[in-house]
Every structure is written in C-alpha cells, then in structure tokens.
C-alpha cells in the first residue's frame, strides 16, 4: 500500500495562494459558454480538445459540438470535404468526433480488443464492405500539393481474386504542385523531411474509417534511369493469423514524383497495395478481412505517428527477414534428407544387385 504523504513533503498553501486559486477557480466558472466555445475551444487541435473534455463535465459538453469536430477533421483531411465524403461522415454514430477518433491515430500494432470510439456496427453491416472511399492528401512543409478522393467498388469478382491495389491517378495523369522538383544533383532527404500523406480508407456501410499512412515516408529514392523519386509510405496491420506469412501485412502506398529540371515538381503515381512477410501481393478478398478487422479494432497510443511509422515497419522487414532464413533453413534440411535418402536408396539397390 503508497503511504500517506507527510505534511512535510506536501505543505499547505499560503492563504494568499489558496484566494488566488479559488478566485482563478471563479473566473474561469464565470466566463460564458459562448466565448469558450468560439473563442478558445477553437483554437485546439483534435488531441488538445479531446484532452479539454476531460477536464470537467462543462467542457465535456462544450467539446462535444460537432461543428468543433467538422473543421478540425476538414483542417486535417481536407479531402473529406468533397460533398459524398461529407455524407457519409456525418452518419458516422457520433458524427466527426468518431470520424476523427478512427483516423487520426494509427490503428493498433495487435488489433485484439474491439474499439471503444463508437458502438460496433449492427450484425448486419459486419461483413465486408462492398465499397471503399479513399481520401488523400499530401502536404509539403504543411502546404497543401495533393488532395484527392477515390470510391472503390469491392463486390465484382475481379476486384476480390485479382491483387489489392488503389490508384488514385489514371496511367498517364498527373497533378503539378507549387514544390520545385529536386535536380539530379540534389538529394532527396530534404524532400522526404517535408513530404507527409495520409490515406484515410473510409467504409461507408460499417461507418468505419482508418489512416493507412505512416505519415512520413519510410523511405525515398531516385530512380536511377528515369530521374523520378518514389516515396514509400506504409503502414503494419495484423492478420491475427500467427504462424503464417500473412500474420504481418504491410499496407504500402507508393508515391511518384517528376518534373522538368528546374521546373515544378509533378506528382504521377498514389497507390496503395497489400503484402505479407513473404513479399506476396494480397488478392482484394483478403485484403478485405484484414481492413476490416484494422476498422473495428481499438486504435494505438497517441504516439508520433512518424517515428511509430518507421518503428513497425523496421520491425516487420526484421520479421520478413527472419521468416526466410527459417524458410531456407529448412529448405536446405529437406535438400539434405532427400540427398540422404537417395544416397541410402542408391547405395541398397546395389548392394542387392551384387550379392544376387
């Protein structure tokens, strides 16, 4: 059992401090409900007012207006404010609060316990979805070069059998950006320093939404004949199949950028793809389980998403890599038995063809 502080370790306030306290106390009580809501409440990101309606039940109430949420997830994503995103946001069981609790954290690294955000889906509506909504935006040093929504159909058969990928640019579109695109002489760190993305996946029928993104990118490189530079960006979710390649999946979204030299830089790919810890492409099928069970599953800490980002995927390019050593390990064990095996075989079958 803690034992009691003494008076020693926690004196009693001055009688001056404890006035100042109380008459602090009472002026933030006195101040109107309208001036913290539209002069303070405000001016608070999503962590900071969700961290306010904790406070006391006052500011619970206050925090609760959704119209404090709508522009804070529109500030963040402003993707969503395409007219079709903006419906389906607002039918989400506590309207922009619980789009913003699914979105905003990176969904947890072991998904086991569902998410206390929001009530679970009806019976229904827990299958998978049959459609998909994605919404990207891309910033450079907070500026804003890429915005852009997608609706995905997942019930044809060619979507489920063949392998899971979202373009969000046609073959030969491209989206020209106020950034200078890198010389072939410059590196491209700077770039990746400034370059962040989110892909908020969105499932309309569950009300359900998920960022794919790690924020910044994993890693950046030029390729060496084209002169573009790929971005990677990439998120682990759990399978919840232990022992299997799939157990791991890496959510990969690839960027592509190019340019004249000297001129603006141009971005020409934004995908997204599936792969287990073998390196093999999810079909849109399995995909489909994997995101769903990422949706409804609680989110991770309130961690920086950036270095959580790298963090997961070091370590399932760790997991990848030790899976293929135990693979050739016991491939070159089975290589060895066989060898044996014929040897014996071999080495018997003559043995009976000379003492005949």
């Known amino acids: 059992m803690r034992p009691h502080p003494s008076p020693v370790s926690c004196p009693t306030p001055p009688p001056s401090a404890a006035k100042t306290a109380t008459a602090t106390a009472t002026a933030f009580s006195d101040i109107h409900h309208d001036i913290l809501q539209s002069h303070v409440l405000t001016r608070l990101d999503g962590p900071a007012l969700a961290s306010a309606s904790c406070v006391s039940s006052d500011l619970r109430a206050l925090s609760s207006d959704d119209r404090l949420w709508a522009d804070i997830s529109r500030s963040a994503w402003p993707s969503i404010n395409a007219p079709r995103v903006s419906r389906v946001v607002s039918t989400f069981p506590g309207g922009h609060r619980s789009f913003f609790a699914d979105a905003y954290p990176l969904p947890a690294e072991d998904p086991g316990s569902p998410s206390t955000a929001h009530p679970p889906p009806p019976p229904e509506l827990r299958r998978r979805p049959s459609e998909l909504i994605s919404a990207v935006d891309i910033r450079y040093r907070g500026q804003l070069i890429f915005s852009k929504t997608a609706e995905t159909e997942t019930e044809t058969g060619w979507f489920r059998c063949s392998p899971f990928r979202i373009d969000m640019l046609e073959p030969k579109e491209a989206v020209s950006t106020p950034v200078p695109f890198p010389s072939p002489d410059d590196e491209c760190g700077d ?16 009300r359900r939404a998920m960022n794919l993104s790690s924020a910044a990118p994993v890693s950046i490189q030029r390729h060496w004949l084209s002169g573009e530079v790929h971005a990677r960006f990439v998120t682990v ?32 790919e934004v995908s997204v793809q599936a792969e ?59 290589d060895a038995l066989c060898v044996g095996f014929g040897s014996a075989a071999l080495v018997v079958f003559w043995l009976f063809i000379l003492c005949r």
């Open 191 to 206: 770039l990746g320093d400034g370059l962040r993305l989110s892909w908020v996946l969105i499932d309309p029928e569950g």
């Open 237 to 268: 979710l759990s399978s919840g199949e232990r022992g299997t390649a799939a157990e791991r999946v890496a959510c990969t979204i690839a960027v592509t950028c190019g340019g004249p030299r000297g001129g603006a830089m141009q971005v020409r």
């Open 276 to 334: 287990d810890m073998e390196g093999t492409y999810l079909n849109g099928g399995d995909s489909l389980v994997i995101l769903r069970r990422a949706m409804e599953a609680r989110r991770g800490k309130k961690t920086r998403e950036e270095e959580e980002g790298r963090r997961r995927y070091e370590d399932f390019l760790e997991r990848r890599r030790e899976r293929k050593e135990r693979r050739a390990r016991a491939e070159g064990t089975l």
